[in-house]
């Protein structure tokens, strides 16, 4: 059986080489043959979203009443992934036969993450039929238009402190023959948030278990599904980031979980940092420190068969996306544009005076100035209530702990409620410096002293500190 098996391995291998270079070869060649077209004409992608929303308009006598249906379908539809979750949750801990027979068909991965991509849809349709949200959305997608004539990046525009990563995205809707537009790079969005989404769920269910994964990216598609504010929905220059973050927790949650397996993931985190470098540079350091915890954790388990391979292939994977950038600019002769346009511009960005301490009150401030991020930190707040109350109730030998972990949480509510603004700001302020220094002052004793051994539960503290 088991030659069997190897042997069906080897024919996947032959066929699923060949098949995948045939679609990238087919993708290449419908970028380049593509001539992109005006915004709202009919090669794009808002006039079909248009009619879909006017047919649903008609469907009602009165405007505001289709919109009241809208409503309602939106939140029906942000309800699905929080019963299907909590569901399989509760089925799964059941002892009860039928109750796990229901947990296996409900809790089928399709239909979660299909209610999920419907969410983030239905939720988020509204802002695909906007207008210009923010100029840099404007500029990203003229840039995205003439790299179809000159595909060379720094050859051919200047995105200031967005670079080629976060551009050539905006392309990719034209394999599917949509040229791009406003509706095509919200809808970029979307699919980036829930790849985000899935590899957080994958990362956590590596760590921990798969109900809890479920629950774990709740909160993360409830807020990104219920933003309104023009500066979260549009096509950011953070949003292919953070699925390069994205992708770098998971894989430094695999290095956790397989430390002895470690050449593909280092390399992978080193082509990931160097993707990062060429999204928006201030990506790359975070990137850059998941990283470094998994060669930490590589060599603190003594898995790392020579001193230097690790790092090796950390550095192999960061090297070629820089090499290919030389090259394209020395050869067309931008190698100085590219230093001025980029690495210069990032540098004057970065060098913009700010003072952490002094800013982050009014960082929180901007935060919950927005209802979509109260909803997010309520939803936080709740499943953490409610992790910590089932962990008091299994376990009474840490009744003391519980409840003062629990005595805090309604100590930081009450304040949230009594206090007028100004004084709940600073609490809010003085408790973010707090967490960060006991949370730092924990993993640099626990480090220091070796006590948290190969534990990866550990090192991914480390990885979310990060």
């Not at 720094?154 to 080629?164: I, M, N």
Request: proline fraction near 5%.
């Amino acid at each position: 059986m088991s030659g069997q098996g190897g042997e069906g391995e080897r024919n996947f291998h032959l066929i699923h080489w060949p098949v995948s270079a045939l679609v990238a070869a087919f993708c290449v060649y419908r970028l380049a043959v593509f001539t992109p077209q005006p915004l709202d004409s009919p090669g794009t992608l808002r006039p079909i979203l248009y009619r879909f929303f006017i047919w649903f308009l008609g469907l009602y006598g009165d405007r505001e009443d289709a919109f009241d249906a809208w409503y309602t379908i939106c939140v029906v539809a942000l309800l699905a992934p929080v019963v299907l979750a909590v569901l399989h949750y509760g089925y799964r801990q059941s002892k009860v036969k039928l109750a796990r027979r229901v947990a296996q068909v409900l809790g089928s991965r399709w239909i979660f993450w299909g209610s999920i991509a419907g969410c983030l849809v239905l939720c988020r349709y509204p802002t695909l039929l906007e207008n210009e949200l923010n100029p840099d959305e404007g500029q990203f997608l003229a840039s995205a238009h003439k790299l179809f004539y000159d595909p060379n990046f720094f050859h051919s525009v200047d995105c200031g402190t967005s670079g080629p990563i976060n551009i050539y995205p905006l392309m990719l809707p034209a394999i599917l023959g949509f040229s791009p537009d406003f509706a095509s790079s919200r809808t970029m969005v979307l699919v980036i948030v829930w790849l985000s989404a899935f590899l957080l769920y994958r990362s956590v269910e590596l760590i921990a278990s798969e109900e809890l994964a479920r629950i774990a990216v709740l909160p993360f598609i409830g807020a990104f599904a219920v933003f309104r504010d023009p500066e979260l929905v549009h096509y950011s220059s953070e949003h292919v980031p953070l699925l390069l973050i994205s992708l770098g927790l998971y894989v430094s949650v695999r290095v956790l979980r397989h430390p002895a397996k470690y050449r593909v993931p280092m390399f992978l985190l080193g082509l990931l940092t160097s993707a990062a470098f060429f999204a928006k540079m201030q990506s790359a350091p975070v990137v850059a420190g998941l990283a470094a915890v998994s060669l930490g954790y590589v060599y603190a388990g003594g898995h790392a068969d020579k001193r230097w391979h690790p790092v090796l292939m950390f550095v192999s994977g960061a090297i070629p996306l820089l090499l290919i950038n030389a090259a394209l600019c020395v050869a067309a002769g931008v190698w100085s544009d590219f230093w001025m346009s980029y690495i210069g511009a990032n540098t004057s960005y970065g060098a913009a005076e700010s003072r952490f301490v002094t800013n982050l009150q009014g960082f929180i401030e901007f935060l919950l100035a927005s209802t979509e991020f109260q909803f997010f930190l309520f939803t936080v707040l709740a499943i953490g209530v409610a992790r910590l109350a089932g962990s008091m109730r299994r376990r009474t030998t840490d009744e003391h702990s519980a409840l003062a972990q629990l005595a805090v949480v309604a100590t930081v509510i009450a304040a949230a409620i009594v206090l007028p603004p100004l004084d709940r700001l600073t609490i809010y302020a003085f408790l973010g410096l707090l967490v960060i220094s006991l949370v730092s002052a924990y993993l640099v004793v626990l480090f220091s002293t070796g006590s948290s051994g190969d534990d990866p539960v550990r090192w991914f503290g480390l990885l979310a500190l990060v």
